[in-house]
């Protein structure tokens, strides 16, 4: 089971880093989100999102996902975004385990743009 | 204040070069709940400095739908009256992660200066390099200069330097809903502008139970046949401009959103890009981040092709010239040429004529969007619906579109996270007092 994103579909509303982050901090922060909507290359109107995994960071491009192994050397040319690095320092993604809701950024994607995929 | 709040006020004295910090009482909230009621008591409080008082929604950056906006409270040198203006995208929220939740700015610096505010700090800083820079050059440069790209600002250009009345300021690269002529009073007091950035945590008195309700809130709203659509050729279609939607459609990059907006109220046009490109443009700046519908519709209305609108739009944020004022100066001087409209831009000093009550933006369309609010008299609910989203900061334009999220709901939300005891005759009164 993981955690599937649409980068087509989001609108890079940050609702699903603000969800994370009240999952792991219990009030509104997004501090420690393992799901982050990138948004610095604004001028170009560039975004996706990146998911921090076990192994995993996950980066969600409108052109396509793609799965980069924590630990190896990822090709400088495609530096996901500055939020990358911090993202590595962070939890990773537990499908909101303890959460009634399960997991937090697919319940308030506004947009569906995010699903849980077997 | 202890929930939804960093219980801070900070006071700027640009003549002195100081800033203070004050708490945010629980009264104070109790009786002006927050954004523009705490901002025009605020106002009051130092009008002897005729201040510009920026602060943030009693909901702004929380899991209430649309808690996006952060309002600036001026007497406007347009209409003459304390003005409220939405602050949009995501520069609403990161002044509350920031730390603070209200700035009031007195006195006029000496030397151009920005205020920098990180993580609960407030600094005055030198913006000599900067001044007589353009807003995307100047954002550009506190970016880098910080080594942050999601820094978020509020910028003047070269209009807001020269104090003219069409001076607007705006966000990061674009413009904004300021029609009040914010961006000259900002250049009176040589201040360029603000930059943002915050990794801050907001308690809730009763997260659970205000999660369970946002939620309830969140699943109404998405049951709205709007949810389907994206951007604004479909707002222009609601109201009316059925054409416009496939007039701009030849250069609609992508659309997104303000913070946990549902729907995606802004709009990227690519100028010198493929519009259908989904990889990263190899472009530093292809285009433009449209929200300001009526400015959009009077470029329509010269007779521009959409590529021409999206072009003149792009001049006015990096002049930082309200768009809505250059079309009608366009419209004036019987412009109709991309080229004449161009070198209109920057040449443009008046406001565009005021509609409504000079007191809240008619950058947000003046009657609702999609929904049915079974509003009668539209303009006083179009008025009182601008109060409500400057008091709890919630995105000006998707207030007029989703009728679900009423004042009950926005009262009961911040009544859980904030431990407070709002009621509807509170929010009458504050709206009573800041609606003029
Ligand atoms: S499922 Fe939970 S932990 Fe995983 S990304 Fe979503 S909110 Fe974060
Ligand atoms: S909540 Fe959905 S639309 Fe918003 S940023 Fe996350 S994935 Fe994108």
Redesign the pocket.
């Given at each position: 089971m993981g955690?599937k994103i649409d980068a087509l579909k989001c609108t890079n509303c940050m609702a699903?880093e603000m969800?994370?982050g009240y999952?792991r901090d219990d009030g509104f922060a997004f501090l420690s989100?393992?799901?982050v909507p990138y948004r610095a290359r604004e001028k170009k109107d560039y975004f996706g999102v990146l998911?921090k995994e076990e192994d995993s960071l996950v980066v969600a491009r409108p052109e396509g996902t793609e799965i980069n192994r924590i630990g190896e050397e990822a090709d400088p040319d495609k530096e996901a975004d500055a939020s990358a690095k911090p993202m590595l320092l962070r939890e990773a993604?537990?499908?909101?385990e303890d959460m009634k809701y399960g997991?937090?950024?697919?319940k308030i994607c506004p947009v569906d743009a995010i699903s849980v995929a077997e | 204040m202890e929930y939804l709040s960093n219980d801070k006020i900070l006071v700027v004295d640009l003549a002195k070069g100081d800033v203070e910090e004050e708490e945010l009482s629980e009264e104070l909230v109790a009786e002006r709940i927050g954004g523009a009621g705490v901002n025009a008591r605020l106002y009051k409080e130092y009008a002897d400095d005729d201040p510009i008082v920026l602060g943030v929604g009693l909901l702004t950056g929380s899991m209430y739908p649309a808690s996006a906006a952060s309002v600036l409270t001026a007497k406007s040198p347009v209409t003459g009256k304390l003005c409220h203006c939405p602050v949009t995208l995501k520069v609403g929220i990161e002044i509350k992660y920031a730390g603070f939740d209200y700035i009031v700015i007195k006195g006029r610096s000496d030397k151009p200066v920005y205020l920098w505010i990180h993580d609960g700090v407030a600094d005055i800083a030198d913006a000599a390099d900067v001044w007589g820079k353009d807003v995307w050059e100047t954002t550009d440069a506190w970016r880098k200069g910080v080594g942050d790209d999601l820094l978020q600002t509020m910028v003047i250009g070269p209009a807001g330097e020269k104090g003219l009345d069409c001076a607007q300021v705006c966000y990061n690269y674009w413009t904004g809903p300021d029609r009040f002529g914010i961006g000259k009073l900002f250049g009176q007091r040589n201040l360029k502008g603000m930059a943002f950035r915050g990794m801050g945590l907001l308690e809730a008195a009763e997260p659970e139970d205000f999660v369970d309700e946002a939620f309830e809130l969140l699943e109404a709203v998405k049951g709205n046949a709007f949810m389907s659509k994206k951007g604004l050729g479909p707002i222009c279609a609601a109201l009316g401009e059925a054409d416009a939607e496939e007039w701009l459609s030849p250069v609609v990059h992508r659309h997104s959103a303000d913070y946990f907006t549902p729907y995606a109220t802004n709009t990227f046009a690519f100028i010198d890009e493929d519009p259908a490109a989904v990889t990263e443009t190899a472009k530093p700046e292809p285009g433009v981040l449209i929200s300001d519908i009526p400015a959009l519709l009077a470029f329509k209305k010269l007779g521009l092709s959409a590529l021409d609108a999206a072009k003149a739009m792009q001049a006015c944020a990096r002049q930082g010239v309200d768009p809505m004022a250059a079309a009608t100066a366009g419209e004036k001087g019987g412009k109709t040429s991309i080229d004449d409209i161009l070198s209109q831009v920057a040449a443009t000093t008046e406001p565009a004529a005021m509609e409504g009550n000079g007191v809240f933006s008619p950058w947000c369309p003046r009657k609702p969007i999609f929904g049915d609010f079974g509003a009668s008299d539209t303009d006083a609910w179009w008025e009182r619906r601008q109060a409500v989203a400057a008091i709890f900061g919630i995105q000006p334009v998707f207030a007029v579109m989703c009728p679900q999220l009423t004042e009950e709901s926005m009262i009961s939300l911040s009544n859980i996270g904030g431990e407070l005891e709002l009621d509807q005759e509170t929010l009458d009164t504050v709206i009573g007092d800041i609606a003029g």
């Open positions: 955690i699903c969800a994370c999952h989100a393992c799901i998911l993604c537990d499908l909101c997991p937090m950024c697919v | -």
